[in-house]
């Protein structure tokens, strides 16, 4: 039995009765009290490992059928060892067994190891559909921080900061969205930039918005040009 390690070579030293040994040739009578420390340091690492391998079972039962797939990801996981494939496997066998809060530090672990901003991303957007909304600003903020650019993520954030009460922040999202993409009229960000301008007393900021999609008109269909004139009526309403 390995206890100790040897004071000449620094390999484990064995227990054979009353003595302790090592393969350098060193040994070593061991008096009652050492013999009596050993004895604890057994009880407690006997004692350490069935409590290791008893709360190990207890949280793998928690996974059913999937506790043999799920352990070594797992152990990547706690590890920081995840990697692309072994991400997305654990990711898979946590939302098919709608264990969210798995995904969601499953995307936590790999972002960490990994520093890929298509993986914060689908977690912001991962929160936002939760309705984490703290969570997800958080989240979103360190995606744009690091250069994040994703037009869906910029109006996710807009959206949560709107509801957080930070009017300009919100609107600058708003406004990135929409730069993002020039020629093109998007509905539905573009309905939530003019109501928020509306609705925060900038009026003449909003009419000032409308008359730059005007020449886009003649390039969309019916639906796009009734929303475009809602817009219209709601900024004159406004304003009257």
Known sequence: MKLFNCPVCGSKANKAGHTLFCKCGWSKSLNKKTEMMIQKNIVKNIF???????????????WGSASLKIAPLKISQWTGQLNKDSFTKLSDIC???KKY?????AHISFFRSSGNLEILEQLGDFQYRRKKFNQ?????NQYFTNKGNSVKAAYNYARILEKAGNTEAAL???????????????VTVMRSYIDLLVKSGQRNKAKQELLKLKPLLSR???LVKQEYNRWNKQVISHGS
Not at 48 to 62: K, N, S, T
Not at 101 to 105: A, F, L, S
Not at 172 to 186: D, M, V, W
């Open 136 to 140: 997800a600003n958080k989240t979103y």
């Open 48 to 62: 350490i490992a069935g409590f290791g391998l008893m709360a190990l079972a207890m949280y793998l039962g928690h």
């Open 172 to 186: 600058s999202y708003y406004k990135y969205a929409l730069e993002a993409r020039p020629g093109t009229i998007q």
């Open 95 to 97: 939302a098919s067994l």
């Open 101 to 105: 809060d798995c995904v969601e530090k």
């Open 220 to 222: 969309v269909g019916s």
